[in-house]
């Protein structure tokens, strides 16, 4: 029997968490976006920058869950924003911090699990949250309660963009089926990683909804050899707004 609780979601994601690791540690994740339109521009980051700009706060505070290689961290900054990363690969935050040596800009990285960073955050700081590709590995328990803590530790009209893997996508040909959702297949891809690809992004809306926030917008979009050269990377993103009116 599975509970679906905070700690048996941390299990859940420390797993999962591993799986990346090892990925990164063999050199096959960091090329996923490297030499790809998506490296430092989509059309769901630009959308996400958009909105927090018309927050109008002079250095809007973002936090990047999952934020990988850094290069949308890297975008972010660029824009102005005072970016902290979380990533809990330790292959990753290396290669990130190796590369910040090379960078005119800087962010703060931190090597941490995004269940345990989000759950040990206290007092409403965030003006934007930002999850690239991130959440479709959480149950839609995990996700719930994720999106509740974050409700609380974002500013009043803070932006929260989310984005899942999308039907059609290069690695879910590859997969193996584990489950069908009402969002859409669960799948367990050749890293053994178990991936959410969206057909119906409404009861991810709903989940949203759920915590408090106010939807915002869906962005699809692909990326031709994001994943596997000659296949595209496809993507269905979620912007919401945490609003009390």
């Not at 002079?58 to 900054?77: F, M, N, Q, T, Y």
């Not at 803590?149 to 984005?163: D, M, P, R, T, Y």
């Amino acid at each position: 029997m599975t509970i679906d609780t905070a700690e048996n979601g941390l299990g859940n994601n420390q797993q999962t968490a591993n799986l990346y690791e090892k990925i990164w540690n063999q050199n096959l994740y960091q090329g996923f976006s490297k030499g790809t339109q998506g490296a430092r521009s989509t059309s769901f980051l630009d959308a996400f920058i958009a909105q927090v700009k018309n927050l109008n706060k002079k250095l809007p505070k973002i936090v990047e869950l999952g934020a990988g290689s850094g290069d949308h961290a890297l975008r972010l900054v660029s824009e102005n924003f005072d970016v902290t990363a979380i990533e809990s690969s330790a292959t990753a935050v290396r290669l990130m911090q190796d590369r910040l040596k090379n960078e005119s800009v800087r962010f703060s990285v931190f090597e941490k699990n995004l269940f345990q960073y989000v759950q040990s955050l206290e007092v409403a700081e965030w003006d934007g949250v930002y999850a690239n590709a991130v959440f479709h590995f959480l149950t839609v328990a995990e996700r719930l309660e994720l999106y509740a803590k974050l409700f609380q530790v974002q500013h009043n009209n803070g932006i929260l963009a989310v984005s899942f893997k999308g039907i059609g996508d290069a690695l879910q040909k590859k997969g193996k089926l584990v489950e069908d959702t009402p969002a859409g297949p669960v799948v367990e891809g050749v890293d053994l990683v178990k991936r959410l690809y969206v057909s119906d992004p409404n009861p991810l809306i709903d989940e949203m909804r759920n915590a408090g926030y106010q939807f915002i917008e869906t962005i699809e979009w692909s990326i031709p050899n994001y994943n596997i050269p000659g296949e595209n990377g496809v993507f269905v993103g979620l912007l919401a707004k945490k609003s009390y009116f």
